[in-house]
């Protein structure tokens, strides 16, 4: 058999596109060299357009996503400050161990796995007390689950001293998100997703208000993090403060020209169809999802294993065989489940394989599989 590296249809890093690779061929750019301050400069515009932020400012900086979430919060909140965090999973607990290193006073709403807090639990836990922030991941990497995030907005608008936070990995240019229209005053996000860039980028939109609140915090206790000692370097990027990841700057600035062009709202209608052609796909297979639909975001899928206690590291070197790397479960869900991602620059051509690759992993550890069955759901879906 001739041998390939298996496409990654994991919830991120996800597949990257021909331009985006060839930026990180690029030779290095110095920092400060005119060209390279122009792309930084596209960079942010672009992420401006992607996060639909009227004034306020956008920081983009060499790092992952648990840096944005750590910046998010440690810029807009001090020790002692009350914080809600709406948690669907694993990523929305991390937002807990980040909070106590802080010393903020962190107030939880856990959600069962695989369902959904609703606006109106947030609406009655916010009239308890005075929170300073909530923080809300808009999908839950770990579950698949997808918050109501516009909703959420709708009941923020009661609450003038809540800052609104939504963590956008899983989700910031795949799926809708408005921080202008939706109240969002800080959204934190990364490359590896939606976006179909690698991983190096952290990335966070700051609204007028959220910045309000960084300068009445006066200094806060992280360097790296600060925003006050990126924003010179954002508004001139020939300007230092620590070397900025220079090729995955320039790769970023390829993702948001493919994103731009393919168009927001293409790009979110793209990503509807997909998910829910894996999903359709999936059940055909007469397997069980972990998050239901209306809850169910549309960047992966979470599966449950089949009860029949199947071999799970056999299953998943099979479907790494036939072509296609998906993930296990994460946290609590480890051993239960496993998680697809249909996320940035993919198309029918990746779910048509991933979708074969499952069913020929399921049959090699003895479940029944009508050969397939997953593939024509699908294709139902994507020909609708
Ligand atoms: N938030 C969510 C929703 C995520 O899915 C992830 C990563 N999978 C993170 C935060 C952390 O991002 P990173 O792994 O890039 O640090």
Redesign the pocket.
Known sequence: MIKRDPIAMI??PTPVEEPILQALSHQVYGHTYDDFVEIYKEVLKGLREILILDGGEVIAVGG???LA?EMALVNTLKKDDNLLIVSHGF?GD?FIEIAKRYGVNADVLTAKPGEVISPNEIDKKLSEKTYQAIIV?H???STGVCAKIRDIGEVLKKYEDTLYIV?G??ATAGIEENMKDWGIDVILT?T?KAFGVP?GIAICGFSDRALLRRKKLGTISNYYCDLELWLPVMHDPSKYFATPPINLILALNEGIKIILNEGLKERFYRHEKLGESVKEGIKALGLNLLAKDGNAAPTLTTVLYPEDNIDIDKFHNAVIRNGVLIAKGVGPLAGKMFRIGHVGNISHQEIILTLSAIEMGLHEVGYKVEFGASVAAAEAVLTK
């Open positions: 919830p991120g992952s996503g648990t979430m990523f991390r991941t999908v839950d990497t963590d990995v899983c990364t590896q991983p």
